[in-house]
């Protein structure tokens, strides 16, 4: 069953009751110090309640706030740490998306440039063409040929 309580939570519970009861002598009974021991079914005055389960209380009183100030410390020091890598991450992102464009816009820059290179070999054919009308002398007018090349 899942309990919303992340797993190094849990763990760490599991953890400081197993520390608990090491603490505890062995064979020792635990005893609910509220029930009165000769009448089972009426809790003790307050004042009744043994001064060492008052200690105990005041023990686990400080463990809990040393445990919940060393949380506090390194959840203070997890979110410094994450913020880095959160940029990191943003930039990643940015970049994989300007790399996408990029590479979007080269492939319609080498379809145009493949079109500019056909219409290109299209025009030095018709070029090449109009050199050879020039260059050969028209039958019987006995003019010379004109060289555009030199």
């Known amino acids: 069953m899942h309990t919303g309580i992340p797993a190094q ?3 760490q519970g599991k953890k ?17 110090p509220a029930v009165n021991p000769e009448n089972p079914g009426v809790a003790q005055p307050a004042a009744a309640v043994a001064p060492a389960a008052a200690e105990t209380v ?3 009183k400080q463990k809990l706030a040393e445990a919940e100030q060393k949380y506090s410390v390194l959840q ?5 740490e994450i913020e880095p890598f959160k940029r990191d991450v943003n930039l990643l992102n940015t970049l994989k998306g300007q790399i996408r464009k990029l590479t979007h816009e080269n492939g319609e ?3 145009g440039t493949q079109d500019l290179q056909g219409k290109l070999n299209e025009a030095n054919g018709l070029i090449a063409q109009l050199q050879q009308q020039i260059t050969q002398p028209a ?4 003019k010379q040929p004109i060289d555009l090349l030199s």
């Open 9 to 11: 939570v849990e763990a």
């Open 16 to 32: 400081a009751d197993e520390l608990i009861q090491a603490l505890q002598p062995e064979n020792a009974v635990v005893v609910d």
């Open 58 to 60: 005041d023990s686990l």
């Open 76 to 80: 203070g020091k997890y979110n410094s």
């Open 109 to 111: 820059l080498s379809r």
């Open 139 to 142: 039958a019987g007018d006995g």
